[in-house]
């Protein structure tokens, strides 16, 4: 088990910070079953840190000691690694544009994956399914719009859209409309009479 343990610290540290390390990836090394038995020891021991099922990641180590990677990093490279794509939440999309003065508590993602809760260090991340037309912009300006107006929903999204108009390149505003159609029906009318007035 030591020299699996040493194994799989090794391929640890050649991942850049905030690198997930998935038991899948390891199974080079032994059976599914010794793999996690030996990442299970590794995270009680301090060397690793469990952030959800079958993801662990190596602790950033500082001059003040061992600390959890950053948030973004970890859930920008666990979409490259899963193949899903994660932007930041509604809430946290109209306070970055400037809709809202409230910041979000919690850190919650949107994904195109299922919902789950990543743990880093003291940080809870939750990672909520949403349904495609929220991502479709992706991490682009025009996303976060989207996300921000869909958020506000239909009472609060006209009042915003007035703020996103003067906000919002030009490039921004045709990315919206070309993705208008997949919108709720009360969200493509907004972005239509934002495009035609």
């Given at each position: 088990?030591?020299?699996?343990?040493?194994?799989?610290?090794?391929?640890?540290t050649?991942?850049?910070?905030?690198?997930?390390?998935?038991?899948?990836?390891?199974?080079h090394?032994?059976?599914?079953?010794?793999?996690?038995?030996?990442l299970?020891?590794?995270?009680?021991?301090?060397?690793?840190?469990?952030?959800?099922?079958?993801?662990?990641?190596?602790?950033?180590q500082?001059?003040?000691?061992?600390?959890?990677?950053?948030?973004?990093?970890?859930?920008?490279?666990?979409a490259?690694?899963?193949?899903?794509?994660?932007v930041?939440?509604?809430?946290?999309?109209?306070?970055?544009l400037?809709?809202?003065?409230?910041?979000?508590?919690?850190?919650?993602?949107?994904?195109?994956?299922?919902?789950?809760?990543?743990?880093?260090?003291r940080?809870?991340v939750?990672?909520?399914?949403?349904?495609?037309?929220?991502?479709?912009l992706?991490?682009?300006?025009?996303?976060?719009?989207?996300?921000?107006?869909?958020?506000?929903?239909?009472?609060?999204a006209?009042?915003?859209?007035?703020?996103?108009r003067?906000?919002?390149?030009?490039?921004?505003?045709?990315?919206?409309?070309?993705?208008?159609?997949?919108?709720?029906?009360?969200?493509?009318?907004l972005?239509?009479?934002?495009?035609h007035?």
């Open positions: 088990m030591e020299r699996m343990a040493e194994s799989i610290m090794n391929v640890a050649t991942l850049p910070e905030g690198v997930p390390l998935a038991a899948k990836g390891l199974l090394l032994g059976s599914r079953a010794a793999v996690d038995q030996t299970s020891r590794l995270a009680a021991r301090g060397e690793l840190i469990r952030a959800g099922r079958g993801i662990y990641m190596r602790p950033v500082t001059r003040f000691g061992p600390r959890s990677p950053s948030a973004e990093q970890a859930i920008e490279a666990l490259v690694q899963r193949g899903e794509t994660i930041p939440s509604g809430a946290a999309a109209a306070n970055a400037g809709l809202t003065t409230q910041v979000p508590v919690k850190s919650v993602y949107l994904t195109s994956g299922r919902s789950r809760m990543l743990n880093l260090g940080q809870a939750e990672l909520r399914h949403a349904p495609r037309w929220q991502l479709a992706g991490s682009k300006t025009s996303g976060q719009a989207v996300r921000a107006l869909a958020w506000l929903g239909p009472d609060e006209p009042k915003a859209l007035q703020i996103l003067s906000k919002l390149t030009e490039t921004a505003k045709t990315e919206l409309v070309s993705a208008a159609p997949q919108f709720p029906t009360w969200l493509a009318r972005v239509g009479e934002m495009a007035r």
